[in-house]
Structure formats: structure tokens, C-alpha cells
């Protein structure tokens, strides 16, 4: 056989590329840090977390449309690390106000995106270490089936709390103290994490039904609005470096991270 008529390799397939917005909730009350800064404004190595978490959004395939959701006094502060993650010209800015809840702002911030764009990212300001690759994944499989999210699959033994033993005489010893009630089977039970991905029109389309139909009822994730009305969404593999900053400890478990190279 000639050279000539010799089977040339497949040329692999480069993988689509989705034109998508992010939106970043930076609205959130910060209660458990017990701190008077937010989470996304206090300090990772001398720049705010936020300003981590921008920069690693900003290498996204696709994205070039960031929606930063703030209360109104930390406006100043979310536009000077705009500044300091010195993104690509191409990415355009913009901000929507935070709202009551979770689910207020994340409306806010999606109706701020580009009506143009298919889907769209839903992050946590405070995570500043998203893993490009989960991601990539998590926009072509919310591309094609609706929605995806960053999720791990839970490796400790998980347990259910009671409160006190129905039946059984009072242990004074027991006395406000939290008690196992059951061991919990962790066998397909899984921690979300952010990015969220969507296709804008159909995470809409589940928040303002979840707004008109249950006003007072709050989901604790972007993905729970499209479950709660039997919509399939896809779990993606994260990582354990995609850490949200919700404790002292947690600042110092992310500058470790940077200093060992375990994040770029």
C-alpha cells in the first residue's frame, strides 16, 4: 500500500463553543463569617476574593457577559475589583441589585443578562476557585439537556439529627443536646457546588413560576426550582478546591491551596 493511500487519523473534533452570560452573587448576608465586609470583599492574598473568583470566571470559553449582583453599599467596592481582575476587553459588565433572598437576586441578575446568549452561569462571588474543566463540561451538558451543576459525591458518613428520643424516658444528660436519629445511606448523595449552568430562558421560566406559585417557599440552590417542577438536571464532577469562603478558616485553607500550585 502506498503512502498515499494509507488511512489518515481522525482529526479529533474541537468541542462547541457556547456563547453564555455569568451571573455572580455577591448579595449574600455574610452572617456566618461574622465579619461587618462580606465574603467576596475580604482579603485573599491581598485582593479581594471576588477579584479570584472574576479572573477565573474570565477564562471561560464562550462567556463574555458578566452580571454582578450587589447590595447597593457594596456597589464601590464590587466595581474596583471589576478593576483589579483586569478581564478581557471583550467581556462586557454589567450590575442588578441584590434581592431578600437567594432566588431574588439570582432573578435580578439573570434578567440582566443578554437575551442573545442561550445560557447562562449562576457562581457564588465567595468561590474563587471554579474548575475551568467541570465547567466546560457543565455548559455543554445545560446546553443540551437544560440544566447541569458542580457537584461532589459525598465520601463522609452522613447522619439525620432528632432532637429527643420519642418514648423513652427524659435523660436529663441529654438535655438540648443534638442526637443521631438515623444513619443516612450517602450511596448517590451528592454536595452541589457553583457554577449552575441553564439555559437562560428555561431558569426563568422555573424562577418566575416558583415567584407565582409559592412566594414564600426559599430553595436553597438555582437547580432546585427546575426540580421541584420535574425538570432533569445534570450532576458534574467538581473538585474539593472549588471551596466556598464562609469561614475564617476557610481564607486560610484558600491561601494554602495558592501557595502548594493547587489552583492556577
Given at each position: 500500500m502506498s503512502k498515499r493511500n494509507k488511512a489518515r487519523p481522525a482529526?479529533?473534533?474541537?468541542?462547541?463553543?457556547?456563547r453564555c452570560s455569568a451571573v455572580v452573587v455577591a448579595a449574600g448576608t455574610s452572617s456566618r463569617m461574622g465579619a461587618k465586609m462580606r465574603k467576596p470583599f475580604?482579603?485573599?492574598?491581598?485582593?479581594?476574593?471576588?477579584?479570584?473568583?472574576?479572573?477565573r470566571l474570565g477564562r471561560i470559553q464562550g462567556l463574555d457577559h458578566i452580571v454582578l449582583v450587589t447590595r447597593a453599599e457594596?456597589?464601590?467596592?464590587?466595581?474596583?475589583?471589576?478593576?483589579q481582575a483586569q478581564l478581557r476587553k471583550s467581556i462586557q459588565v454589567s450590575f442588578a441589585d441584590g434581592g431578600a433572598r437567594?432566588?431574588?437576586?439570582?432573578?435580578?441578575?439573570?434578567?440582566a443578562t443578554r437575551e442573545d446568549h442561550p445560557l447562562v452561569l449562576i457562581h457564588d462571588a465567595a468561590r474563587p476557585f471554579p474548575p475551568l474543566e467541570a465547567i466546560q463540561k457543565a455548559i455543554d451538558a445545560a446546553a443540551h439537556c437544560g440544566g447541569a451543576i458542580l457537584a461532589m459525591p459525598v465520601k463522609d458518613t452522613?447522619?439525620?439529627?432528632?432532637?429527643?428520643?420519642?418514648?423513652?424516658?427524659?435523660?436529663?444528660?441529654?438535655?438540648?443536646r443534638r442526637i443521631i436519629r438515623e444513619t443516612v445511606p450517602r450511596s448517590?448523595?451528592?454536595?452541589?457546588?457553583?457554577?449552575?449552568?441553564?439555559?437562560r430562558a428555561?431558569?426563568?421560566?422555573?424562577?418566575?413560576?416558583?415567584?407565582?406559585?409559592?412566594?414564600?417557599d426559599e430553595v436553597t440552590d438555582d437547580a432546585a426550582a427546575l426540580e421541584r417542577y420535574g425538570h432533569a438536571v445534570a450532576l458534574i464532577e467538581s473538585s474539593s478546591t472549588n471551596l466556598k469562603i464562609t469561614r475564617h478558616e476557610d481564607l486560610a485553607i484558600a491561601e494554602a491551596l495558592l501557595k502548594a500550585g493547587l489552583v492556577k
Open positions: 482529526r479529533k473534533q474541537a468541542p462547541e463553543v457556547w475580604l482579603k485573599l492574598k491581598g485582593r479581594p476574593v471576588l477579584v479570584w473568583t472574576l479572573q457594596d456597589r464601590g467596592r464590587a466595581k474596583q475589583a471589576m478593576k437567594r432566588q431574588d437576586s439570582v432573578t435580578n441578575g439573570v434578567n452522613v447522619k439525620r439529627e432528632r432532637k429527643h428520643i420519642q418514648g423513652a424516658p427524659v435523660n436529663p444528660e441529654l438535655n438540648g448517590g448523595l451528592w454536595l452541589a457546588q457553583t457554577p449552575q449552568v441553564f439555559r428555561l431558569i426563568l421560566e422555573h424562577l418566575e413560576r416558583l415567584k407565582r406559585e409559592a412566594p414564600l
